[in-house]
C-alpha cells in the first residue's frame, strides 16, 4: 500500500539534504566553515532513509550525499599532495613572503565566506594590509585561499601548503573585493598563473630530476606557461614548446560536463579517469593511477621511464574520492549569460546560421555542443596543427562543449587560445570551411556563441 508523504516532508528533507556533508572522519586539513553545511539531522535522515516513508528517494538521497561529498573534495580535498608542494618544492616558503597583493595579482581568489565578518567588512572599507604577507598566512590559517590548503605547527608557523582541484577550476565573484568573493566551481580561473606560482618554489628538484634539466631551465619554461594556462602532459613527455609558443594549455571550465563523452581538449578520456591522472600525477596526490597508454615511450618517455602507468600508493587517498567527485562535476551546470550581455535578435539569427549554413552543429550538437557519442576529430577536420593532439593518446581534438563560453573568453580559445576572440574563431572557420559568411552573419554567429 502507497503510504502518503506530506509534500511539506519531502521539501524540508529535501533542503536538508541539499546542504548536507558525508559522514566521516573529520579531515584535520578542512577550514572549519566546510563544516558549516553539515546539519546532524540531514546525515540522520540520510542514514535512515532505508525502509521508511523515504526509501523511494534513496536514490535521490544517495546522490545528494554524493554531491555533497564532491563538492567538499573538490574544494577542499588535498589528497596528501603537500608532501609534494610543501614537502619537496617547499612552496610554503615562498608563499609566507608573499603580499596578499601579490597573491591576487598572480590570480589567487579569496573565498569571502570564509572570512570572519569583521575582516570582511575591513576588506570592504579598504582597511587591511594588503601588502603584509602576515595577511596571506593569515588568510591560509582561515581556510579563505581557494585552491590551496596551508599547514601549521602548534606555534602558529606555516609549514607546508598543498592544492585542490579548486585552484584551477573555481574562481570568485569579486563581490568583496576584486579577487574577494563567492566561491564559483567549476569556473576556468583563467587569471591564475600556476606557472608563475610554481616557479616561486625555492626547490624545483622534482621537476629537473623528471625533465633532466638545470633548476633555471625548469623557471623559464614555468614562466612560459601565462596566465590561465597549465601544461599537463610537461611531466609525461617533456616538451615545453608548441607552434603557438609554450606547449600548456589553457584550463577549461569543470562545469557543463554532463552527457559529455569524452573530456580534455585531447578526449584523453572520461571525467573519473582524468581526475585520478591529475589527483596522482600532476598534484601529487596520494593514490592509484592506471592507463597503460602512457607506456609508449615514443610519445610519452618520461611517463614510460618513470612507470607512471602504473602508480599504487597507500593509503590511497584519491580513488574513494572519484565517485563523489565526478558526480559533483556532473551536477555543475554552465552558468546562463547575465541579461543584456549579448543581442538576442542578433543571436537568435546566429543560432540558425550555427545550426544550418555555417555547419557548426554537426559537430556542437545542441544542446550538448559536442557530438552525442564519440567526439574526437583529427587535427586536419578542424584545420588546425597536430602538435597538441600528438601528445594525447588519442592524437585528436575533441569538440569542445560550448555552453557557458562567455566565462572563458579570457585567454582566447581553442585549447592554446589561439583565437583572441570569438570573431577570430568564427573567421577560421570561415576560411577552413569555405563558409562564405558575410559581416552581418559573423557577427550573428558571435552574438550566439555569447549567448550559450
Ligand atoms: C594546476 C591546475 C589544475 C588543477 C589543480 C586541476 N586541473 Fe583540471 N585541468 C587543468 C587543465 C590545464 C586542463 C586541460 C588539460 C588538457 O586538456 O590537456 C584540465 C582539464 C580538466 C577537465 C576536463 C574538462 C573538459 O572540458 O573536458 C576536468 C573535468 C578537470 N580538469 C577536473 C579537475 C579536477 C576534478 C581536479 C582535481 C582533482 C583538477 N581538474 C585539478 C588544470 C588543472
Ligand atoms: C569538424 C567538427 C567541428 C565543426 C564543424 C566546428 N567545430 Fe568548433 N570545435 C571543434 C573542435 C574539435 C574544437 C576544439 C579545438 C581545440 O581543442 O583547440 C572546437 C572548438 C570551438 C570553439 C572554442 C571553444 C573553447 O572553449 O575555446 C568554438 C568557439 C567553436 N568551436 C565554435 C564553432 C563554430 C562557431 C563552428 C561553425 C562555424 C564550429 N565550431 C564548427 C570541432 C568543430
Not at 584535520?28 to 553539515?38: G, K, N, Q, S, W
Not at 599532495?81 to 590570480?107: M, N, T
Not at 610537461?234 to 615545453?240: C, I, S
Request: a negative charge; proline letters at 7%; glycine letters at 12%.
Amino acid at each position: 500500500m502507497p503510504i502518503a508523504v506530506h509534500p511539506l516532508r519531502i521539501l524540508a528533507f529535501t533542503c536538508a539534504l541539499l546542504t548536507a556533508a558525508p559522514a566521516g572522519a573529520a579531515d584535520p586539513a578542512l577550514p572549519r566553515h566546510a563544516e558549516r553545511d553539515a546539519p546532524r539531522a540531514a546525515k540522520r535522515l540520510i542514514l535512515q532513509h532505508d525502509g521508511h516513508p523515504f526509501a523511494p528517494f534513496a536514490p535521490f538521497a544517495d546522490a545528494l550525499r554524493l554531491v555533497a561529498e564532491g563538492r567538499r573534495t573538490f574544494r577542499f580535498d588535498t589528497f596528501g599532495d603537500e608532501a609534494f608542494w610543501g614537502g619537496a618544492l617547499r612552496l610554503h616558503e615562498a608563499v609566507a613572503q608573499l603580499s596578499p597583493r601579490d597573491a591576487l595579482g598572480l590570480g589567487l581568489k579569496v573565498d569571502a565566506d570564509a572570512l570572519p565578518h569583521r575582516l570582511a567588512a575591513q576588506l570592504r572599507a579598504g582597511r587591511v594590509d594588503l601588502d603584509d604577507p602576515r595577511t596571506t598566512v593569515a588568510l591560509l590559517r582561515l581556510g579563505a585561499v581557494v585552491g590551496v590548503t596551508g599547514f601549521f605547527d602548534e606555534a602558529g608557523g606555516l609549514v607546508s601548503v598543498g592544492i585542490q582541484c579548486a585552484l584551477c577550476h573555481s574562481t570568485v565573484d569579486d563581490s568583496l573585493a576584486p579577487g574577494v568573493g563567492r566561491r564559483l566551481d567549476g569556473w576556468a580561473n583563467r587569471d591564475l598563473d600556476v606557472g608563475r606560482v610554481i616557479a616561486a618554489a625555492p626547490d624545483l628538484s622534482p621537476f629537473e630530476q623528471l625533465l633532466g634539466v638545470d633548476a633555471d631551465t625548469v623557471r623559464q619554461v614555468l614562466l612560459g606557461w601565462g596566465p590561465g594556462k597549465f601544461d599537463a602532459t610537461l611531466l609525461l613527455d617533456g616538451k615545453t614548446q608548441g607552434p603557438t609558443g609554450s606547449a600548456a594549455v589553457l584550463i577549461p571550465p569543470a562545469f557543463g560536463l554532463a552527457g559529455v563523452n569524452l573530456h580534455t581538449w585531447t578526449g584523453w578520456g572520461s571525467v573519473p579517469h582524468w581526475n585520478a591522472l591529475v589527483a596522482n600525477l600532476e598534484m601529487g596526490g596520494q593514490g592509484t593511477f592506471v592507463d597503460h597508454r602512457l607506456d609508449d615511450a615514443e610519445r610519452f618517455p618520461i611517463a614510460a621511464r618513470e612507470g607512471f602507468s602504473e602508480v599504487r600508493r597507500t593509503p590511497d587517498r584519491v580513488t574513494p574520492k572519484l565517485p563523489g567527485l565526478h558526480l559533483y562535476q556532473l551536477a555543475l551546470e554552465a552558468p546562463r549569460p547575465p541579461r543584456g550581455s549579448f543581442d538576442a535578435q542578433a543571436a537568435a539569427r546566429g543560432k540558425a546560421l550555427f545550426e544550418g549554413r555555417a555547419r557548426c552543429a554537426t559537430c556542437h550538437v545542441p544542446p550538448l555542443y559536442t557530438e552525442p557519442g564519440h567526439n574526437l576529430h583529427a587535427p586536419a577536420e578542424i584545420g588546425i596543427d597536430a602538435f597538441q593532439a600528438e601528445r594525447s593518446p588519442t592524437q585528436g581534438y575533441r569538440t569542445a562543449p560550448l555552453r557557458g563560453l562567455w566565462t572563458h573568453g579570457k585567454g582566447g580559445y581553442y585549447h592554446d587560445g589561439r583565437f583572441a576572440t570569438l570573431r577570430d574563431v568564427i573567421d577560421h572557420y570561415d576560411g577552413f570551411l569555405g563558409l562564405g559568411l558575410g559581416e552581418g552573419e559573423k557577427s550573428d554567429l558571435a552574438e550566439f556563441l555569447k549567448s550559450l
